[in-house]
């Protein structure tokens, strides 16, 4: 693996993430539910980031919220692969009219807004972890199709493949063993993109007010109830913030870097 | 080129029709019972039935939707079932405040993005620094920006409101001091993409002949990056803010929140929490519509700006 | 020694560009006078180095160090050191004192501009003139070019005219201002054989009119025949053989322009047994060139201990140069 500066920010500020996550109830110095009498207290030695409306401690609901933000992105992009990585291979390989009907659909859902299309669904069914992740899935494996249909495309027309063609392999065999070995790259890249884009939007979901119902502790929601108090303590709402700006960065330097 | 571009003006119909249709009946599907919706679960079926009776959502769906269709037209999209106004009487001024956040912030980003990508020295010196900034630009979230500025230029040093609206009643100036901070912040994420975008395009075009035949005339270094590279570069920039309008249909939801603007995305969100579905639809429809004409309009333009595909 | 009415005086002409360990030499102490209205043919292989003599002259090599002096007479008289001039200077001489023409007339155009603003371009950049002005002489151009119907020429766009056209279009551009140097880069390579004759004439005709010399960089060797008086042959970064065409085809002293006179096709070849005798081996990597002679592994007439040990010097005789530590030897023991 080349060594570039873009991918090493990029595992640093994922660990960091992967870490509060995982290690949420070791890195968190208070428990993140348990309010107080304290509320809306300016950042302290005991509150590193302050407390927020019902005393509870800033910091660790912003390390905990790395959970559910990570399971949401991890979900989503799963869930936008398994469906898009087939098509994308399939539509790619098979071209003719298969194709052309894919593409048209592809772009029409693609250069619809994202965000109204995920808001507008996730109001219907409710938000809940599975509930975000599929909507989001959802949303997002059209463009990784494209993507991989882009891949498919390319490597099609090398000779490697005629061989295989010629050697009398089918389709789905051809696919299996020449085709998708060749597009992991692409693959990964956007599995990482993807992640950073799910977790982006459900952010944003959050701040609408369409995520996790409280009190779990979720960055998006953590930044809308923390604007009413933005004189009084601005880290409720930047803290959480930064928070979501620094993995949706990290994800992204790494599958940008990838390419 | 006439025929190009009417054939594609004749595609989008089908197009417009077939996807506000499908709109339609996988809203009405997917909500179940736009009644239920409307009045909570557990409401009484007479209820019910009276709205279903006042909205017709008992008429088989086709029927709804060319219903819904023909008044469209006749300028009539229903009530809203919270307020019992037209939905056209709320809809429209909520349109021209998303409009004009989307138009100023596509216009910032656009010339940002173009300039600082294409002025000579700047490319050298500034280089690295914008690639940074395009990075940063394409991942902090709306809201994070919208509030970091407002802690700083509202909260902080107090020189700009916090709120993204004022309308023209109160003066121009007035006005477009509270459009500072919210064009500011929409425009972040496109700078960012245009300008990835374009600084890939111009470094290609770069490398082209007839680049160094242009400066083997004897022509400036920058009239070669902005007369000769810079049409050829921003071709697929022209597209892209087609098609990124089209993405704003919907209003900039997350920034119009932030600053408490009266747009299209909040009224959106307003109308989803308070299941008013009349709104709701026809926000959708004009969503859909908007997508469809915004990619139109970005595929014409570029028949019409490339030479190649404009003559013969 | 320079000569006294050399239109262009190159010296110690050095181009390096940087490389991945090191700089890479493209062009190594090359030495030539161009004297006004004559064409001199600069040969090669591709990457031997040729179009960065053209660029160099033109400064547009580009982030690279070059090293050495060209000398240019101006038309007004004066006489100056490119290598020393400013990107800002060297924008007077562009275009104007001496001009450029490219291999591929399709891409040497800019797709979004008309070919009469474009023309225009360069006529109003160096004289000033007002657009009717610039247009007039555009046109004129273009009918002496051979053009049929210059107007609609002018209001086309490049890619709606042929190749030869479009090369006629570059022609144009590049004599609107009347340089006094014509470099031509492989002109007619990307041409159909009939178009590339005419061009040749055209431009023969043109440097007859104009007395304009020119620096005609190909690799093909029929052409060269055709419009040249002198030629260069380059191999490696180096001028490596130079004189009159005639003396230089017909009795070739650098192996290698032996080598290459021999790998063109004979019409009157003994039947289709006769083989093309290609030159063994491939062009080096300017990276990571032969010890001693540059050509040495490829030569027939290589001597171990001496060809793969000593760099040969530049040898001069009247009007002709050989870079060979053997071709006296070669040369008397008569061609194999």
Known sequence: ?259 | MLTIVIRRVLLAIPTMIALTALLFFSLTALLGSPAAIMLGQDASTEAVAAINARYGFDRPLYVQYFAWITSAIHGDLGRSHVTQQSVVSAILPAIAVSLELAVLAMMLAAVTAVLSNTLPTGRRIVGPFVVSANLIAITVPNFMLGISLIFIFSVGLGWLPSTGWAPWSEGAFVHLKHLILPVLTLSAYYFGLFSIIYRAEYRDVEKRLFIQAARAKGISRSRVAFRHALPNAILPVITLIGLSMGQLAGGAVVTETVFSMPGIGRLLVASIASHDFPVMLAIAMLIVMGVVVMNLLADIAYTIINPQIRID | MSKANSLLEVRDLTVRFPGRAAPITAVKDVSFDLAPGETVALVGESGCGKSTIGLAIMGLTGATQVAGSMKLSFKNGERRNLAELSDRAMQQVRGNEVAMIFQEPMSSLNPVHTVGWQIREAITRHQGSTRALADDTALRLLSQLGIPDAGRCMRSYPHQLSGGMRQRVMIAIALSCRPSLLIADEPTTALDVTVQAQILELLKSLQAETGMAILFITHNLGVVAEIAQRTMVMYAGQIVEAGAVDEVFHGPRMPYTRALLDSLPQLNSRGDRAKLSAIPGQVPNPAALPPGCAFHPRCRYALHGLCDRQQPVLETSVDRIVRCLRWKEIAMAGAP
């Open chain 1, 1 to 259: 693996m080349v060594v570039k500066p873009r991918r090493i920010i990029g595992f640093a500020l994922v660990a960091c993430a992967l870490s509060c996550a995982l290690l949420a109830n070791v890195i968190a110095p208070h428990d993140p539910l348990r309010s107080s009498v304290a509320f809306l207290s300016p950042p302290s030695a005991m509150h590193w980031f302050g407390t927020d409306e019902l005393g509870r401690d800033v910091l660790s609901r912003v390390v905990h919220g790395a959970r559910t933000s990570l399971l949401i992105g991890f979900g989503a992009a799963l869930v936008a692969m398994t469906i898009g990585a087939p098509v994308g291979l399939i539509a790619g390989y098979a071209g003719g009219k298969l194709d052309t009907i894919a593409v048209m659909l592809v772009d029409l859902f693609v250069s619809l807004p994202g965000l109204v299309l995920a808001l507008v669904i996730t109001a219907m069914v409710g938000p809940s972890l599975v509930n975000l992740a599929l909507v989001l899935g959802f949303v997002m494996w059209p463009s990784v199709s494209r993507l991989i249909r882009g891949q498919v495309l390319a490597i099609r027309e090398h000779t490697f493949v005629e061989a295989a063609r010629a050697a009398g392999g089918t389709p789905a065999w051809i696919i299996a063993h020449h085709i998708w070995p060749n597009t992991m790259r692409v693959t990964a890249a956007q599995f990482s993109v993807s992640v950073s884009l799910a977790i982006f939007t459900s952010a944003s979901l959050s701040f609408l007010g369409l995520g996790i119902p409280p009190p779990t502790p979720d960055w998006g929601g953590m930044v809308r109830a923390g604007y009413d108090f933005l004189a009084i303590n601005p880290l409720l709402s930047l803290g959480p913030g930064a928070a979501v700006t620094i993995t949706v960065l990290g994800f992204y330097l790494i599958g940008s870097s990838i390419e």
